[in-house]
């Protein structure tokens, strides 16, 4: 079935340190999204990206659509203790229906003040 | 409600039991999805209302599952016959049309309900 990967599953930073999240398909996406779940929470929606090389920013995140639009990537500069949670990408392929995502794995980060 | 709200929080039931979980989703969202969590994986599709009709409801893992939204509103899932691998976390998520113009494409989902199928 389809699939969105990501990558790493884990990641442990200094406070401070940059931090990044990749997530690949086998299949063109019609778009792809972007959520974070804290500790014991619920997904909570960051962006949506729906443009070939798209990039956006919000604050210290930056986020980008690669070109073939298959993959994505979400930074953020200098982390704080606040942006501890499990990043997910989710996409939505081409030529399926326009409501449902397929998420990642997700990426835990933790980070150490 | 300001936002999605989801009872219970916690379910604990016996293998063989018949389970509701209940999704109350933001005020006007015509579309409401179920999905299910387990421990370190992502949010997984299980059925899309848009309105009262189940518009997709692929991702349901077999007919022991259901789901319904009688009045295009509140929505219940249904799990008769619990099996210990049915025990995640139930997130319900409601939006705008996602054929509308006006559609941002974020989904807002509730606390969610934690099943424990013992």
């Known amino acids: 079935g389809q699939q969105v990967m990501q990558i790493p599953q884990y990641q442990h930073v200094q406070e401070g340190e940059d931090f990044t999240t990749y997530c690949n398909s086998s299949?063109?996406?019609?778009?792809i999204q972007w959520y974070k779940q804290r500790p014991g929470g619920h997904p909570v929606f960051l962006i949506q990206?729906?443009?070939?090389?798209e990039v956006k920013k919000q604050k210290r995140l930056t986020f980008q659509f690669g070109e073939a639009k298959k993959n994505s990537s979400l930074h953020i500069t200098a982390t704080q203790t606040t942006d501890v949670g499990t990043y997910f990408c989710?996409?939505?392929?081409?030529?399926?229906?326009?409501?449902?995502?397929?998420f990642g794995k997700g990426t835990l980060l933790t980070v150490n003040p | 409600g300001a936002g999605v709200s989801q009872t219970p929080s916690n379910k604990v039931t016996e293998k063989g039991k018949y389970v509701e979980l209940r999704c109350d989703p933001i005020?006007?969202?015509?579309?409401l999805y179920w999905y299910r969590q387990s421990l370190g994986q992502g949010p997984e599709f299980l059925i899309y209302?848009?309105?009262?009709?189940?518009?997709?409801d692929s991702g349901l893992p077999n007919d022991r599952f259901f789901a319904v939204r009688p009045e295009g509103s509140v929505s219940t899932l249904k799990i008769q016959r619990t099996e210990r691998g049915d025990s995640a976390m139930y997130l319900c998520?409601?939006?705008?049309?996602?054929?509308?113009?006006?559609?941002?494409?974020?989904?807002?989902f509730g606390e969610g309900s934690r099943l424990t199928v013992l």
């Open positions: 998520a409601s939006s705008t049309s996602p054929y509308s113009a006006s559609n941002t494409g974020e989904l807002f």
């Open positions: 299949t063109t996406l019609s778009n």
């Open positions: 990206l729906v443009k070939s090389g």
């Open positions: 989710a996409g939505q392929h081409s030529g399926g229906s326009n409501y449902k995502l397929t």
């Open positions: 005020s006007g969202h015509t579309a």
């Open positions: 209302f848009q309105g009262t009709g189940a518009a997709d």
